[in-house]
């Protein structure tokens, strides 16, 4: 995989003089304009397929806006993971490490900068990075639902299921003692009672099983989840749960029920998931080339299936 390497250092050498420890903050809106610019010309990334694609350009100023308020007190880390995040939204995201990195040297304390900057490393497919920044985010939150649902996922796109699995249930077992999480963070001890992340984490959970070979735990795990929960945006979790245990014929989970855009993936990935595991190559496959291909890059799904089709290209000739 490439990336822009000289691109990115030249638009984010103007952010690092922004920022400097005792350095004068340079202006944000030039920074936005270059990054912009340069989003137009180049590709954010060459994914593990050899496709090339797209960060999209601050149309509403997001960017711009976050970054002069960053300007006027580049040491405040709240500012600094809010022009992160709004770089996120206009998937920059190599820019966004950037910035997070700062928060990172200025709050080695604070588990934000650790949770988000790892999330953005799976974004780029550099899932070690990933790992070690999860981990460590783990350690300063371990009852973090968010942290620990996105570390299991970098174990789980390195290949490493048995890991992924055991995040994973560890979350839904509620096991880590009870800590203050940022506002409006999820909690593992609540995970089990909530069907919305219940859901999500036991979706992963089985996919992360089927491909350890640990089928018959994953088989258990889907048929414990039944009919009738109230789920929020995790629809297309729920329903690729319903669909391992066949109550939902795939037809049916593959129909739009919301307006999500990754809710294809997301249900179309646990389906390739399972038509692998059950011996099913040619439908498995079929969906991974699917969802490799959609527009919606970052999507975990995309990743998960670009993963699968280049580490096991023998399975997917």
């Known amino acids: 995989m490439r990336i822009r390497r000289r691109q990115v250092a030249a638009t ?3 952010l690092a003089a922004a920022v400097a420890l005792g350095g004068g903050a340079l202006p944000m809106s030039g920074l936005a304009a270059a990054a912009a610019a340069q989003s137009a010309r ?8 050899g496709r090339p694609v797209q960060a999209k350009d601050d149309t509403d100023g997001a960017i711009a806006k976050a970054d002069a308020a960053l300007a006027a007190n580049p040491r405040n880390v ?16 190599h820019a966004a490490i950037d910035v997070y990195t700062k928060a990172v040297e200025l709050a080695p304390g604070d588990v934000r900068p650790w949770r988000f900057r790892g999330h953005r490393y799976i974004s780029i497919r550099r899932f070690d990075e990933a790992v070690r920044d999860l981990a460590r985010a783990v350690a300063i939150a371990p009852s973090s639902f968010d942290a620990t649902y996105h570390l299991a996922l970098a174990h789980y796109l390195k290949g490493d299921y048995d890991a992924a699995a055991r995040v994973y249930q560890a979350c839904l077992d509620g096991t880590a003692p009870a800590a203050t999480l940022p506002e409006g963070w999820r909690s593992c001890t609540t995970t089990k009672a909530t069907p919305n992340d219940r859901v999500a984490m036991t979706d992963w959970l089985y996919r992360a099983l089927r491909r350890a070979g640990r089928h018959a735990e994953a088989r258990a ?29 795939e037809a049916e989970a593959m129909t739009p029920r919301t307006a999500n855009e990754n809710r294809l993936v997301t249900v179309g990935y646990g389906i390739a998931v399972h038509h692998l595991a059950e011996g099913r190559r040619a439908e498995g496959c079929a969906l ?10 970052n999507a975990f799904g995309v990743i998960a299936a670009e993963v699968d089709l280049a580490r096991t290209p023998a399975i997917c000739p």
């Not at 795990?221 to 929960?229: H, P, S, T, V």
């Open 42 to 49: 180049s590709p954010e990334l060459t994914t593990l397929l």
């Open 78 to 93: 709240d500012r600094l993971l809010a022009a992160a995040r709004a770089r996120d939204v206009a998937w920059q995201f």
């Open 288 to 297: 991974l080339r699917r969802i490799a291909a959609e527009p919606n890059w």
């Open 221 to 249: 795990l889907a048929a414990a989840i039944g009919d009738g929960l109230t789920v929020g945006e995790n629809e297309a979790y729920y329903t690729a749960i319903r669909f391992y245990r066949g109550a939902v014929s």
């Open 12 to 14: 984010l050498g103007t």
